[in-house]
């Protein structure tokens, strides 16, 4: 089921020069001036051709750089303008957050604007009085909630707004690029209330430039670039290609290295990208002996070991794992930077060794990601889904790690340990 389908939506924009000054609107149109003097390049193109489809209960993040039509699209969503051709379909309730504090009045409290938002959201005004303390409560504004809006801070604004967004209980939300100038104290809790959301089968489109955010939240993401979608797919595998992007955009490389890396990336595009300034290869597992192995006890200590080719010096890398289960669940992920090693310089071949004392890890099949990057995440060499191993275990417990633990009884609980299970 698909709660929004997006089919070839264009959008044009239309700019007027000086030369189509004209006196009135009337002999504008008399004289047909208003738009067919207008030329082609003057014409600018925000959306050309953009196709997509989100699945319900899916949150689909758009990113791309200032201009590239992610907010042109979220406002044609939410109905506040319209596609020069294309048909964008959705069901069920909308509600936007695109730009701050739009339509709230001014001049009023945040206690009527709270009422006029939410019956032009759609709801009648018993529902809104039904909601009303539990808006105002989530956007903490018990103290100010009669105060004009105008007295507001940004962060307030952010607050009521997002508040009243999600109390309206859309089917779908639209979120574009404002908790960037949330409260730092609020925007974890406008993270738990979107993932809150997820859980209850909602929709989300979510705008922002905060890759970490789309990276945690999105369970897609689409990068716009120059009104077309350059990628659409898996969250980290976007994110990477749009930073060597942002990377390497004002360089300009030769043509047989440009080829190649086309090459590279089109063969294997889904599982592993970056610059190959520096390279991953020949990873491998090793165990306790010395031997190479797969299939390992959860207590069992390993090493996960691979080669590295830096093609020149670089001061700036980062080393990387991550541990998926079979669901693609990230179960553990960590890298150099975060575990406060300081990078000073690599240059030409070398090894990288991460010995491991146990997994602890409950029985099945399991992901393995190799990655080097910058400190800013952009991409080196990223290995996602390469490799595989597997943990047997004799116990039957569920969820993603084995907590280790032991269980304490008062002497008025009898049990026996059944020592055949």
């Given at each position: 089921?698909?709660p929004?389908?997006v089919?070839?939506?264009?959008k044009?924009?239309k700019?007027?020069?000086h030369?189509h000054?004209?006196l009135t609107?009337?002999?504008a149109f008399?004289?047909r001036?208003?738009?067919?003097?207008?030329?082609?390049?003057?014409?600018?193109?925000?959306?050309?051709?953009?196709?997509?489809?989100?699945?319900?209960?899916k949150?689909?993040s758009?990113?791309?750089?200032?201009g590239?039509?992610k907010?042109t699209?979220?406002?044609?969503?939410?109905?506040i303008?319209?596609?020069?051709?294309g048909?964008?379909i959705?069901?069920?309730r909308?509600?936007?957050l695109?730009?701050?504090g739009a339509?709230f009045h001014p001049?009023?409290s945040?206690r009527?604007?709270?009422?006029?938002n939410?019956?032009i959201l759609?709801?009648?005004?018993k529902?809104?009085?039904?909601?009303?303390?539990?808006?105002?409560?989530?956007?903490e504004l018990e103290?100010?909630i009669?105060n004009?809006?105008?007295?507001?801070s940004?962060g307030m604004h952010?607050?009521?707004?997002?508040?009243?967004?999600?109390?309206?209980?859309p089917d779908?939300?639209?979120?574009?690029?404002?908790l960037?100038?949330g409260d730092a104290?609020f925007?974890?809790k406008?993270?738990?209330k979107?993932?809150?959301f997820k859980?209850?089968g909602k929709?989300?489109i979510?705008?922002?430039?905060?890759?970490?955010?789309?990276?945690?939240?999105?369970d897609?993401?689409i990068w716009?670039?120059?009104g077309?979608?350059?990628k659409?797919g898996?969250?980290?595998?976007i994110t990477?290609?749009y930073l060597?992007?942002i990377?390497?955009?004002?360089e300009?490389k030769a043509?047989?290295?440009?080829k190649?890396?086309?090459a590279?990336?089109?063969q294997?595009?889904e599982k592993?990208?970056?610059s190959?300034?520096i390279?991953?290869?020949?990873?491998k597992m090793?165990d306790k002996?010395?031997k190479?192995k797969?299939i390992?006890?959860s207590?069992?200590?390993?090493t996960?070991?691979?080669?590295v080719d830096a093609?020149q010096q670089?001061?700036?890398?980062?080393?990387g794992?991550?541990i998926y289960?079979?669901?693609?669940t990230?179960?553990?992920g960590s890298?150099?930077?975060?575990?406060?090693y300081?990078a000073a310089l690599?240059?030409?071949?070398?090894?990288?060794?991460?010995?491991v004392?146990a997994?602890?890890l409950i029985?099945?099949?399991y992901?393995?990601?190799?990655?080097?990057?910058?400190r800013?995440?952009y991409p080196?060499?990223?290995?996602?889904?390469?490799?595989?191993?597997?943990?047997t275990s004799?116990f039957?417990?569920?969820g993603?790690?084995?907590v280790?633990h032991?269980?304490?009884?008062s002497?008025?609980?009898?049990?026996q340990?059944d020592e055949?299970?």
């Open positions: 089921m698909y929004v389908i089919e070839d939506i264009k044009y924009y700019k007027y020069s030369k000054k004209f609107l009337k002999s008399v004289k001036t208003l738009f067919d003097d207008l030329e082609k390049d003057e014409t600018f193109e925000a959306l050309s051709g953009v196709d997509f489809k989100v699945e319900k209960g949150t689909v758009i990113i791309g750089e200032n590239s039509g907010s699209m979220l406002k044609l969503l939410a109905g303008s319209k596609p020069t051709s048909n964008i959705t069901e069920g909308i509600s936007a695109i730009e701050l339509g001049e009023i945040g009527e604007n709270i009422f006029i939410g019956i759609g709801l009648t005004k529902r809104i009085q039904e909601r009303y303390d539990d808006i105002v409560k989530f956007a103290e100010f009669e004009p809006v105008k007295t507001y940004s952010m607050r009521l707004g997002f508040s009243i967004a999600i109390n309206v209980d779908i939300l639209l979120i574009d690029e404002v960037a100038v104290s925007v974890p406008c993270l738990d979107i993932n809150e859980r209850r929709t989300i979510f705008v922002s430039h905060d890759l970490s955010t789309v990276e945690r939240i999105s897609e993401v716009l670039k120059e077309k979608i350059e659409q898996y969250p980290k595998r990477d290609a060597e992007y990377g390497k955009k004002d300009v043509g047989e290295k440009h190649k890396e086309e590279d990336a089109a294997n595009k592993r990208w970056g190959k300034e390279e991953i290869s020949n990873l090793i002996s010395g190479e797969y390992y006890e207590d069992e200590p390993f996960i070991e691979f080669d093609k670089e001061k700036d890398f980062v080393f794992v991550g289960n079979s669901e693609g990230l179960c553990y890298n150099t930077h975060i575990e406060d300081k690599i240059e030409g071949k070398g090894k990288v060794k991460i010995h004392q997994l602890h029985n099945g099949t992901f393995l990601d190799a990655a080097v990057h910058k800013d995440g080196f060499d990223y290995h996602h889904f390469q490799y595989t191993f597997r943990v004799t039957r417990d569920v993603i790690s084995r280790y032991d269980w304490e009884f002497k008025n609980i009898r049990l340990k055949n299970l």
